[in-house]
């Protein structure tokens, strides 16, 4: 090529006139074959036998974590449906035993009443009676007592009149005016 | 190629070297280039095992169950393989899972750190790429060999096609099985090489200040694409790595 006197001068253009492309200069095929070779012997022991194995354990750690955490969240989703029931029930049954109580002490004081009330009513009845007992021994007491007055009355005014009369007489014809 | 030579001895701004970036050369001075030689292919691959490195082992060392940054990131590598192995090989191929890991650790930082200004990307060279295509197709062919025998033989035979025709689909398996690995080769290298020699012609126009601009934009516009080149070329080859994996697992068809 004209270009041999260039390459003495430009040594960067060396290889790019030699060769065209340096990916085709096979001199240095085994250079970089050796070096690709210990790379990847390299990369290889460091994944296989640090980072994977890590890596691996991490992601299988976190799996099974994320999986017991499920589990246990489950429990307690079931745990506080079990709470939620019992205290439904709790509820249910207090209010139950409340309506129970009131019907007990309503039953109670109805039963209470009707007694009280039936005692007032006989001590209503009693005074009544007891009244009207003293109501006539008042008005039998009034009847003798007026005729006591009457006869007496008619005894001074028979002898006030100067007339005689036994005191028969007298009652007789008392009672018979005031029965008249 | 002359011209441009003669073009840069002229003085001319316009001065191409878009492949000088993959040249080999020694770190340490000299210009012979042994097996054994310490050059930029060395520093770069170096600095791949430092990033896998610091992924990998430090990112993960907290061993965290609430994973940190760069736990986190290297849990979903991890996580983004495995299922890639386990959705397109199968079960039983995740016995090779930490292989194909390791392949993929390899190429995606080889590509991202390639992506550094004036890094050499080791994934650019078909020395490269054709030992790890020629790895995943020798492994994967002796492995079917190992496992069924003469039955991974199956893999060429078409049993579901109309008799007559099975013969002429075995030597098209035949063919296609064997341009595997050069397909799988030249697939990475080349995109990653054209990539970064089409920046390379584009930051050779930013010499002219009339196009510049543009020049700069379309850098940035490739460089953008580039970076979605590196992983997603990474993914094709483990991808495809996982699928060659399948036939050699169950080659029935």
């Known amino acids: ?180 | 190629m002359a011209t441009e030579a003669h073009g840069a001895e002229e003085g001319s701004s316009l001065v191409f070297h878009p492949m000088d970036q993959f040249i080999v050369k020694p770190l340490f001075g000299g210009t012979e280039v042994h097996w054994y030689t310490i050059t930029n292919v060395t520093l770069w691959m170096a600095l791949t095992i430092v990033a896998v490195l610091a992924l990998m082992v430090l990112g993960t060392s907290g061993k965290k169950q609430v994973p940190s940054r760069g736990q986190s990131m290297a849990e979903m590598a991890y996580g983004f393989v495995y299922k890639m192995v386990e959705d397109v090989s199968g079960k039983d191929g995740l016995r090779y899972f930490p292989y194909i890991f390791t392949l993929f650790m390899f190429i995606v930082f080889a590509n991202v750190l390639g992506l550094l200004p004036m890094s050499f990307t080791t994934t650019s060279h078909f020395a490269v790429t054709v030992v790890l295509a020629l790895a995943v197709f020798l492994g994967v062919t002796i492995l079917g060999f190992v496992l069924h025998g003469t039955h991974f033989l199956g893999l060429f035979w078409v049993s579901s096609a109309p008799g007559p025709l099975r013969p002429v689909l075995a030597v098209i398996e035949i063919i296609s099985y064997f341009v595997r690995p050069v397909s799988h080769s030249i697939r990475l290298a080349g995109n990653v090489m054209a990539g970064h020699a089409v920046i390379k012609v584009f930051a050779g126009f930013a010499a002219i200040a009339a196009v510049s601009p543009v020049s700069i934009l379309a850098i940035v516009g490739m460089y953008g694409l580039e970076v979605l080149v590196a992983f997603i070329q990474a993914y094709v080859f483990t991808i495809l790595t996982c699928v060659y994996l399948k036939d050699a697992l169950h080659p029935a068809h």
Not at chain 1, 21 to 32: A, I, R, V, Y
Not at chain 1, 41 to 59: E, N, Q, T
């Open chain 1, 1 to 180: 090529m004209a270009t041999e006197t260039h390459d003495a001068v430009e040594g960067a253009a060396h290889a790019a006139e030699s060769a065209g492309m340096p990916q085709l200069d096979f001199s240095t095929w085994g250079n970089q074959i050796f070096w690709l070779i210990v790379t990847l012997v390299v990369i290889y022991l460091i994944l296989s036998k640090i980072a994977l194995p890590r890596v691996g354990a991490v992601l299988a750690d976190r799996a099974g974590t994320i999986a017991n955490n499920i589990a246990a969240a489950d429990e307690l989703k079931q745990k506080a449906k079990d709470a939620e029931a019992a205290y439904d029930k709790a509820l249910a049954d207090a209010r139950a035993e409340a309506s129970s109580i009131v019907e007990a002490t309503r039953a109670e004081n109805a039963e209470k009443l009707k007694a009280a009330t039936a005692e007032a009513d006989a001590k209503i009845a009693a005074k009544t009676a007891e009244g009207e007992a003293a109501i006539a021994e008042i008005r039998a007491g009034a009847a003798v007592a007026a005729e006591t007055v009457a006869r007496e009355a008619a005894a001074e005014i028979v002898s006030a009149m100067g007339f005689k009369a036994s005191d028969e007489e007298i009652a007789a014809g008392v009672s018979s005016r005031l029965k008249g």
